[in-house]
Nanobody
């Protein structure tokens, strides 16, 4: 099992910044991809950004140039630096990871989520 613990959400004015963190713990062979998804009220959960173990990144178009995803493999932690925040970024942000277990199978895990609210 893998546990993901997020932190860093909160309330910020439009144009402001927040930094989310997510630490993974548990017994696995290694942690592969990590990332962030978000879910606004009444909407489905959507991809924000992902980062592979080697560092390659992927962003949804709406956050490209404003958000930066990074990770520290030694700490099994992924970060999301969010700048120039807009009211439409308001959502619950969920950490995600894909891991390889010792038995050789892959699995995915989700964090409980952290609320990000951007006021206009």
């Amino acid at each position: 099992q893998v546990q993901l613990v997020e932190s860093g959400g909160g309330l910020v004015q439009a144009g402001g910044s927040l930094r989310l963190s997510c630490a993974a713990s548990g017994t696995v062979f290694f942690i592969n991809a990590m990332g962030w998804y978000r879910q606004a009220p009444g909407k489905q959960r959507d991809l924000v950004a992902t980062i592979a173990r080697g560092g390659s990144t992927n962003y949804v178009d709406s956050v490209q140039g404003r958000f930066t995803i990074s990770r520290d493999n030694a700490k099994n932690t992924v970060y999301l630096q969010m700048n120039s925040l807009k009211p439409e970024d308001t959502a619950v942000y969920h950490c995600w990871t894909k891991v390889l277990h010792i038995g050789g199978y892959e699995d995915e895990y989700w964090g409980q989520g952290t609320q990000v609210t951007v006021s206009s």
